[in-house]
């Protein structure tokens, strides 16, 4: 099993609609990174968190570090979004590898 | 700031051909990492560095060497080009070992 699973692997939405982008983990971690990629495109991080909760105009990202999971949701969908999510945990300490997720491709439809 | 380039962005390799891919950083981090990124698998570590003159290995290091002589470059190089390095590769840096990460636009390889 690997140590980040993300869910759904694939989603297609139509422009508008609310998204979610689910992150599970199965080690402690220190923080917690959701990443973006535009297909043929580069990597822009997101929101890095360790708590709570992080709002970045439509983008919002929770964590809940006792059920060892985390969400990323887009409110009022665009087309524009569509890219594959990449979550990647940070296990802390002395650890300076990130253990990434396989990724969510969101296809956006107008 | 021209943030993290990475060059070239496509190359072509023959079998047992070496190569380095560039990385460069102008944002003074102290942070840069190399990742592998293939087909149905998530991105892989191959090697990162926590400052000028230290390096580590990541989870996939095998035929790959990196150093860093200066705070602003990590190359990697390919010693003997293999099939299986067929791959996009990314380099990423962060101000701070545990910081937010900024990655170049990647490198796509092809070995033959």
């Known amino acids: 099993k690997n140590e980040v699973e993300q869910s759904p692997q694939n989603l297609t939405a139509q422009e508008g609609e609310f998204i979610t982008i689910n992150c599970s983990y199965s080690?402690?971690?220190?923080?917690l990174h959701w990443l973006q990629q535009h297909p043929g495109g580069g990597i822009v991080s997101l929101f890095m968190?360790?708590?709570g909760k992080k709002k970045h105009g439509r983008l919002i990202a929770t964590i809940n570090i006792q059920e060892k999971h985390s969400s990323l949701h887009i409110t009022a969908s665009h087309p524009r979004d569509s890219a594959v999510y990449i979550c990647?945990?940070?296990?802390?300490?002395?650890?300076?590898?990130?253990?990434f997720g396989k990724g969510t491709l969101l296809t956006v439809n107008p | 700031n021209a943030g993290v380039t990475q060059t070239p962005k496509f190359q072509v390799l023959k079998t047992g051909q070496s190569m380095t891919l560039q990385c460069a950083q102008d944002?003074?981090?102290?942070?840069m990492s190399w990742y592998r990124q293939d087909p149905g698998m998530g991105l892989r570590l191959i090697h990162y560095?926590?400052?000028?003159?230290?390096?580590d290995q990541g989870e996939v290091p095998n035929g790959y060497n990196v150093s860093r002589s200066t705070t602003e470059d990590f190359p990697l190089r390919l010693l003997s080009a293999a099939p299986s390095q067929t791959s996009v590769y990314f380099c990423?840096?962060?101000?701070?070992?545990?910081?937010?990460?900024?990655f170049g636009e990647g490198s796509r390889l092809t070995v033959l």
């Open positions: 990423a840096s962060s101000y701070r070992v545990k910081g937010e990460l900024f």
């Open positions: 080690v402690g971690i220190s923080a």
């Open positions: 968190l360790s708590s």
């Open positions: 990647a945990v940070d296990r802390g300490g002395s650890n300076y590898k990130l253990t």
């Open positions: 944002m003074n981090h102290e942070y």
């Open positions: 560095s926590v400052g000028a003159g230290i390096t």
